[in-house]
Nanobody
């Protein structure tokens, strides 16, 4: 299971960190990802990290602003968001899968989502 938290309300240009704690063992081959879904839009991949190697991948829209990281000891993945924009407003979901994919259909375990609102 995945438990996401840390969302909130922030002004444009601000920063926020969301967290996702996983219960149970995470195998080195797993991929942990963050997705987001804005009202009326499809769910989109934001960033992913390979649990074992720590290699990352970002959507173009967040490159240079968002940083994904993981703490193996705490079984937690983080998404540090900076220079936030109104278009970053969405519900953010963490997910666990087997492939380095930005496609939601490739993930079978999801957290409940945490809402991020960026005011203009």
């Amino acid at each position: 299971q995945l438990q996401a938290c840390g969302g909130g309300f922030v002004q444009t240009g601000g920063f926020l960190r969301v967290s996702c704690a996983a219960s149970g063992r995470i195998f080195s081959s797993a991929v942990l990802s963050w997705f987001r879904q804005a009202p009326g839009k499809k769910r989109e991949g934001v960033a992913l990290i390979s649990w074992g190697a720590g290699t990352t991948l970002y959507a173009d829209s967040v490159k240079g602003r968002f940083t994904i990281s993981r703490d193996k000891a705490e079984n937690t993945v983080y998404l540090q968001m900076s220079n936030l924009k109104p278009e970053d407003t969405a519900v953010y979901y963490c997910a666990k899968g087997k492939y380095r994919s930005m496609t939601s259909e490739d993930y079978d375990i999801w957290g409940q989502g945490t809402e991020v609102t960026v005011s203009s």
